[in-house]
């Protein structure tokens, strides 16, 4: 059940990123604040950011690596335009992918380790409590063979 804790808790962080990278992107790209203002810029390039939610869809599909052939051609597009986007795109793939991930390893790690550690313990416990019982036996046998000899 921690695990999953974890798991929601990352799930939450990359709906977070998407969110504000989807703002974002909105903003810059989709409503044409990153342009200089005459440059003549193709329907098709900002069809993807024209909104927070169908940006943050397009770059899901970006951070899965499943982007429909408009999307491709729009990125490819967006980026001839404006070579220094690839930047961006570099600095959200780190992050949403490389980071998300590696939290998401991590916690489900930890998770993995301290419940080995707590059934190691639970183990360690039991075996103790078996040595103590066969000791006890033992000294009740002893008990009752020198009370025997006398």
Request: net charge negative; glycine share 2%; aromatic share 10%.
């Amino acid at each position: 059940i921690a695990a999953l804790q974890g798991v929601v808790w990352v799930l939450l962080l990359t709906v977070v990123s998407l969110y504000a990278a989807g703002i974002v992107t909105t903003r810059l790209i989709g409503h044409k604040m990153i342009f200089p203002p005459d440059v003549d810029l193709p329907d098709d390039m900002l069809l993807p950011w024209l909104t927070v939610p169908e940006s943050m869809f397009t770059l899901f599909r970006v951070m899965s690596g499943s982007m429909s052939s408009k999307e491709q051609v729009a990125i490819d597009e967006l980026m001839k335009t404006l070579p220094s986007v690839k930047f961006a795109f570099v600095f959200f793939m780190i992050t949403s992918s490389w980071t998300l991930l590696s939290i998401l390893t991590a916690v489900v790690s930890e998770n993995m380790i301290s419940t080995t550690q707590q059934q190691y313990e639970a183990y360690k416990l039991t075996l103790f409590e078996e040595e103590r019982i066969l000791q006890a036996e033992e000294l009740c046998k002893l008990f009752v063979d020198l009370d025997k000899n006398e």
